[in-house]
């Protein structure tokens, strides 16, 4: 079973970066796809970004194309979501999943993180 626990959200000005972090506690991190995922207040969870289970395959929501960047890390079992330009409506928790493919679709993971509050000021 796959344990995701995020870390690294905050409160950060317009034009500013954060960087999630994503730990999975599985030896078997190396096999499966990781996504993330946000959910804003009054809105449902949407696609941010998925990489697949050795990084070989990225893939980004429209609206944070240029911006964010999704890695990770198989011996730390760690994915990263390396968030730059934030504007005020990427203000959201981001959530990390982790399921057997890559996919933008939140049905396709099977294990959820707690999710990490981003807040963007304008």
């Known amino acids: 079973q796959v344990q995701p626990v995020e870390s690294g959200g905050g409160l950060v000005q317009a034009g500013g970066s954060l960087r999630l972090s994503c730990a999975a506690s599985?030896?078997?991190?190396?096999?499966?796809?990781m996504g993330w995922f946000r959910q804003a207040p009054g809105k449902e969870r949407e696609f941010v970004a998925t990489i697949n289970y050795n990084g070989g395959q990225l893939s980004y929501a429209d609206f944070v194309k240029g911006r964010f960047t999704i890695s990770r890390d198989n011996p730390k079992n760690t994915v990263y979501l390396q968030m730059n330009s934030l504007k005020p409506e990427d203000t959201a928790v981001y959530y990390c999943?982790?399921?057997?493919?890559?996919?933008?679709?939140?049905?396709?993971?099977?294990?959820w993180g707690q999710g990490t509050q981003v807040t963007v000021s304008s």
């Open positions: 599985t030896r078997t991190f190396a096999n499966y796809a």
């Open positions: 999943a982790a399921g057997p493919v890559s996919s933008g679709a939140a049905t396709m993971y099977d294990y």
